[in-house]
C-alpha cells in the first residue's frame, strides 16, 4: 500500500529538548515537504527537499532542521531554538510534475511542548 | 510574492443548497491552482486542479485571471460535503495554501 507514513502520531516533550519527527515515503517520489498546520492559518512551510542530500528552508524555517540523506525519508527536527513548537505537522510529496502527482501528504504528527 | 487568500473561516449551508467557497491568488504569472480537501479524521487530499477542468464529486473550479479568482461552486451541496477546503498555488517548486475554510452542510 503506497503512501506517506509520519510517526509518531502525538508527541510530548519538555520545553527545551530537540524532537525529531518522522515522515517515510514509498511513492518513490523525489519532492517532499514539511508544513506546519495552526488553526486559522492554514499550512505553512517549513522546509522543502526536491532531492535526495538537498533542501531548501520554506517561509518559517527557523527553529527547525532537516536532513534528506535517503529518498525516502524527510525527517524534521524541532530544536529547542523554535519559540512555539507545539503544533499540527504535515509531511508531503510530490512526483516529478504538479499535475500527474500532486502533493500526497501524511496524517500528520500534533507536537506538545511544556 | 505568491498569496493565497480564503477569506471565509466558516461556511454553513443546508442540504442542497448551492455552495461557493472563494479564493483569491496573488501571482503575476500563470499560476497553477488546485483545491485540497480535508474530510473528518482523514489526511488532506487533492480534490481538483484547474490544469485539468474536471469536476469531482460535482464541485468546479474556474480559473478568472482577470480576477485572480479560484472559487469552488458546487450546485447542491450533500452533507458528506462537510470538510475543511484549502485553497493552493504552485509556483517554483513550492505550494502556497490558503487558511482554509470549514465548509458545514446542514441536514
Known amino acids: 500500500d503506497g503512501g506517506i507514513t509520519q510517526s509518531p502520531k502525538y508527541l510530548f516533550r519538555k520545553e527545551g529538548q530537540n524532537v525529531t519527527l518522522s515522515c517515510e515515503q514509498n511513492?518513490?517520489?523525489?519532492?517532499m515537504y514539511w508544513y506546519r498546520q495552526d488553526p486559522g492559518q492554514g499550512l505553512r512551510l517549513i522546509y522543502y527537499?526536491?532531492?535526495?542530500?538537498?533542501?531548501q528552508k520554506g517561509d518559517i524555517a527557523e527553529g527547525y532542521s532537516v536532513s534528506r540523506e535517503k529518498k525516502e525519508s524527510f525527517p524534521l527536527t524541532v530544536t529547542s531554538a523554535q519559540k512555539n513548537p507545539t503544533a499540527f505537522y504535515l509531511c508531503?510529496?510530490?512526483?516529478?510534475?504538479?499535475?500527474?502527482?500532486?502533493?500526497?501528504f501524511g496524517n500528520g504528527t500534533r507536537l506538545t511542548v511544556t | 510574492a505568491q498569496r493565497v487568500t480564503q477569506p471565509e473561516k466558516l461556511l454553513s449551508v443546508f442540504k442542497g443548497a448551492p455552495v461557493e467557497l472563494k479564493c483569491n491568488y496573488s501571482?503575476?504569472?500563470?499560476?497553477?491552482l488546485f483545491w485540497y480537501v480535508q474530510y473528518s479524521r482523514q489526511r488532506l487530499q487533492l480534490l481538483l486542479r484547474?490544469?485539468s477542468r474536471e469536476s469531482i464529486k460535482g464541485f468546479t473550479a474556474d480559473l478568472n485571471k482577470g480576477e485572480t479568482s479560484f472559487h469552488l461552486k458546487k450546485p447542491f451541496a450533500q452533507e458528506e460535503d462537510s470538510a475543511m477546503y484549502y485553497c493552493?498555488?504552485?509556483?517554483?517548486?513550492?505550494?502556497?495554501f490558503g487558511s482554509g475554510t470549514k465548509l458545514n452542510v446542514k441536514p
Open positions: 527537499s526536491q532531492i535526495v542530500n538537498d533542501f
Open positions: 511513492l518513490n517520489h523525489d519532492a
Open positions: 484547474h490544469i
Open positions: 493552493a498555488l504552485y509556483n517554483f517548486n513550492k505550494f502556497y
Open positions: 501571482y503575476s504569472g500563470s499560476p497553477e
Open positions: 508531503a510529496s510530490m512526483g516529478r510534475s504538479s499535475y500527474n502527482s500532486p502533493l500526497h
